[in-house]
């Protein structure tokens, strides 16, 4: 098999944009080749988290890539054929809900539909404060798609913010070469 291409697709849950990162370096020293993407908000909107040019310089740098950011570029990877399998992490509980209605009007979500036409792996890294409330709906109906898949996650503050879930993004290794070889990483939900 020669060599696999990644795509990674960040989208606004920006408080986890540091602990993404770390997690794309391990994904690059292991050899993958990683095509960076991002929807317009990660692009474009500077938040206490960082400025978004910042985080556009370290994705093309870590890369060697420029980051794919509008519908246009997002287009051509599936009939391309240019990913293997497709990262979406950090995926809001917005992204979740374009998913599973079929609305494909970023970078990241036109990016899943693309790649998804040759029938090639999704992988979901969840970060949303209402994952056990509005968003549920979503990820229960991606969960039962052929193709996707899904970092395990789970509540990271039940008391402070009870319906929200974030995933272990530590295991988003695992979780796509599971992903790869067509399987859930298990347990999906701890």
Same mark, same amino acid.
């Given at each position: ?15 986890t ?14 050899g ?56 979406? +992490?950090p ?7 374009k ?12 990016a ?23 968003? +549920? ?7 039962s ?20 879930c ?25």
């Amino acid at each position: 098999m020669g060599e696999v291409r990644i795509g990674f697709a960040l989208t606004g849950s920006f408080c986890t944009f540091k602990a993404v990162f770390e997690q794309l370096g391990v994904l690059l020293e292991q050899g993958y080749h990683v095509i960076p993407i991002m929807s317009e908000n990660a692009y474009s909107i500077d938040t206490r988290f960082g400025r978004a040019a910042d985080w556009v310089e370290k994705a093309e740098a870590m890369c060697g890539e420029k980051v794919i950011h509008t519908i246009a570029q997002a287009e051509p990877i599936g009939p391309k054929k240019l990913l293997d399998l497709l990262i979406v +992490a950090p995926c809001t509980g917005n992204t979740l809900g374009k998913l599973a209605c079929g609305i494909y009007d970023t970078a990241p979500t036109l990016a899943v539909k693309s790649h998804r036409r040759n029938g090639r792996p999704v992988l979901i890294a969840v970060s949303t404060n209402d994952a056990l409330a509005g968003s +549920a709906a979503s990820i229960g109906m991606l969960m039962s798609r052929k193709g996707m898949y899904f970092v395990p996650f789970e509540q990271d503050d039940f008391r402070g913010k009870p319906t929200s879930c974030v995933a272990d993004f530590t295991q988003i290794l695992p979780a796509a070469q599971a992903a790869l070889e067509g399987r859930q990483l298990q347990p999906m939900v701890f």
